[in-house]
């Protein structure tokens, strides 16, 4: 039987799809040279990352603030420096960052809304 593999992407309507790619490349530092996004080779995944395809309840209070019914993920190399980098970019950043088995965690709304969790993988593989 066959079965699915892994994440092939994240697609997601905007009211200004250039202007969020701009965004994302000047303060994410994302390499939007493939058509309509960014690509992310396996050889860039730090150890201990993976991917995850997770449904929540209708609902969920994790999406808040935004209004949106999706959140998305992006793995980095350092969160804390991302943050940082993040702070004259005018979105709104949210105060807390979580610790856990599965790694270090912060987040942000992006200017059309969006919540978005920055996920830095643990340097040990959590016991699943």
Known sequence: MAKVVGLGGVFFKSEDPQKLADWYQQWLQMDL??????TF??????RNGYQVWG?????TEYFNPSKQDFMINLMVDDLDAMLEQLKPSGCQIMDDTEKSEFGYFGWFIDPDGNKVE??????TPPEV
């Open 55 to 59: 449904p929540f309840a209708k609902d």
């Open 41 to 46: 080779t396996p050889e860039a995944v730090p």
């Open 33 to 38: 040279t493939f058509p309509n996004g960014a």
């Open 118 to 123: 920055l996920w830095q993988p643990p340097t």
